[in-house]
């Protein structure tokens, strides 16, 4: 079976591709280097030893979307493409939208063009909205997101879910990450941000690296068990796992499906902290700042369906992340420039 990863190269996606080789799917890239590095593409080989046809395009352009499709059997498509900074996405709201969605758009009409019914999507967590309660169950209700990013996953969720309802035959699951962390075990391919981190681990990375002073904890005042922060954390090889085992249920499956991956724990900033630092063997600096307007107590995934839908649940641990974290960040203390 023939997959095609729509922003490939990116942090989930290459993870992704890994898993799926290592399963005996092919891989195909599609994937403009937006945000991610041409270097990955090698890196890739080093790993798996197969090098994955790569399509250097813009998801949004169809045309160059159809030659993909034109030169392969794609049976396939798990659509990681897009912009996904929150705090960018507040303030370039129309930039979101238009890449996001448009991205979303040409390729399920290319897919419907060329008879491809087998789609898996990349959502978040952060479509639950305010008033869910935790853990987060599938069947919750969804929004008010905080910010357009947030949105653009929900209505792509929606899109999507129209338009399986409209073609029978159409096969969808809709992924919703809880907090990706962590890197590949090599070392050779792992998260790397453009600019600063706006997301704690990458932060807290550079901070045991030396390339950034201190870490500014966001808000101590929450009702959680040490005031800070919680969220479900997964270790991005579990995440990428989960990509295979959707692929291996969608076969034999049609309609939509939303599917959370998370590990169903809940770990603190300060906790995170403590993990990463007896990783690393590097001494965090930290500073208790505001919290961080849009942020939320806690956050975390009710794992259940994961289990009984794709027989898949997760296995690494908060240490396993940091560890692989530090790997990766020791190794490569410029990401892949
Ligand atoms: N945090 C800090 N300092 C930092 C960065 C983060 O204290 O420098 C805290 C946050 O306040 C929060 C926790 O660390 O309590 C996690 O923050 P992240 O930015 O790492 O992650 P978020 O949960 O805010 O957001 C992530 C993704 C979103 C996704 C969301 C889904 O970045 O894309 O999870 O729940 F939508």
């Not at 709201?93 to 969605?101: F, H, W």
């Not at 879910?161 to 990706?180: G, I, Q």
């Not at 962390?181 to 997301?199: M, Q, T, Y």
């Not at 500073?287 to 259940?304: L, M, N, Q, S, V």
Request: with cysteine.
């Amino acid at each position: 079976m023939k997959i095609l990863l729509t922003g490939g190269a990116g942090y989930i996606g290459s993870h992704t591709a890994v898993e799926l080789a290592s399963a005996g799917y092919e891989v195909v890239i599609a994937d403009n280097f937006s945000n991610s590095s041409p270097v990955v593409i090698d890196r890739l080989e080093t790993i798996t030893g197969k090098r994955f046809p790569l399509y250097e395009i813009n998801v949004a352009d169809k045309a160059a979307l159809e030659k993909v499709f034109e030169e392969n059997k794609i049976d396939a498509v798990i659509h990681f493409a897009g912009f996904k900074s929150v705090g960018e996405s507040v303030k370039v709201p129309l930039s979101y939208y238009r890449n996001n969605i448009d991205t979303t758009l040409s390729l399920m009409e290319v897919m419907d063009k060329f008879g491809c019914k087998n789609l898996i999507f990349s959502s978040s967590a952060t479509v639950y909205g305010k008033r869910a309660s935790l853990p987060y169950r599938e069947d919750m209700e969804t929004g008010p997101c905080t910010n357009p990013y947030g949105w653009t996953k929900l209505f792509i969720e929606q899109i999507i879910t129209d338009h399986a309802k409209a073609d029978p035959d159409f096969s969808a699951v809709l992924l919703r990450y809880f907090n990706p962390v962590g890197a590949h075990e090599s070392g050779l391919i792992g998260e790397d941000p453009k600019d600063i981190p706006n997301n704690l681990v990458p932060y807290i990375a550079r901070v045991a690296v030396g390339t950034l002073p201190y870490l500014s904890v966001f808000g101590n005042d929450y009702p959680t068990k040490d005031g800070t922060g919680i969220r479900d954390y997964i270790h991005v090889t579990d995440l990428a796992k989960g990509h295979t085992a959707a692929v291996n249920f969608a076969k034999n499956h049609k309609g939509t499906e939303i599917i959370n991956l998370g590990t169903g724990n809940g770990t603190s900033v300060l906790e995170m902290v403590k993990a990463y630092s007896a990783a690393s063997g590097k001494d965090i600096p930290y500073k208790i700042a505001p919290r961080r307007e849009g942020d939320i107590a806690e956050c975390y995934a009710d794992a259940t369906k994961a289990m009984e839908l794709l027989g898949w649940k997760t296995d690494l641990s908060v240490d396993d992340m940091c560890r692989d974290s530090w790997n990766w960040q020791s190794k490569n203390p410029n990401g892949y420039k």
